[in-house]
């Protein structure tokens, strides 16, 4: 079977600059070697919240941009997962004694679906029905917020921020607690 020849000898691979969304403020956040502009479409890179200007407190956070547009020599992207570190994760439900995991698909104001995971530390062991209102509560407050939200918002740190602050203050009536959104994603 004949190899398929790449590129002309001599022919060098240009670098593109990769720009994150302008939810993030369009900043430069790598460079890509392609040959071409239409190869590197597609492509996806792992960046954390501390390099999007957040700060050394949210180096544990990390969103997925995926490539969508090369204009010249400048590669636009957009967020297409957010998730925390497994350590970070590890090392805040040290101390719980209970631990509430929640899945599910939502659809966003412009009818995208996306799948937000999400912790909930109990320090103490609860009863079935405690676990079961507390499950009823977060789903039905992030259904609401979520319809009220585009797909691009839902990726930005503040909205993260809000979504959990919001979840702890309104299940902190049922019992208290500590909230980790873990993983958005598209689906």
């Not at 590129?7 to 720009?19: D, L």
């Not at 997925?64 to 805040?92: F, P």
């Not at 407050?141 to 919001?166: D, H």
């Amino acid at each position: 079977m004949a190899k398929k020849k790449l590129k002309e000898k001599g022919v060098k691979k240009k670098w593109f600059t990769v720009m994150a969304p302008s939810d993030y403020g369009e900043l430069e956040v790598g460079e890509t070697p392609a040959f071409e502009s239409k190869e590197i479409l597609g492509r996806k890179i792992e960046i954390s919240f501390k390099e999007l200007g957040g700060g050394i407190k949210n180096q544990y956070q990390k969103v997925l941009l995926k490539i969508i547009k090369v204009q010249g020599d400048t590669a636009q992207t957009e967020a297409e997962k957010y998730k925390i570190l497994n350590s970070y994760l590890q090392r805040i439900s040290r101390r719980a004694k209970e631990r509430i995991l929640t899945s599910k698909v939502y659809n966003t104001k412009d009818d995208q679906k996306i799948r937000i995971k999400t912790f909930i530390l109990l320090n103490n062991r609860v009863k079935r029905a405690i676990r079961t209102a507390l499950l009823k509560e977060a789903e039905s407050i992030i259904t609401s917020y979520v319809k009220n939200n585009n797909v691009s918002i839902m990726f930005t740190q503040q909205a993260i921020k809000t979504l959990a602050l919001g979840l702890k203050k309104d299940l902190k009536t049922i019992y208290s607690n500590t909230i980790v959104i873990s993983k958005i994603e598209k689906e």
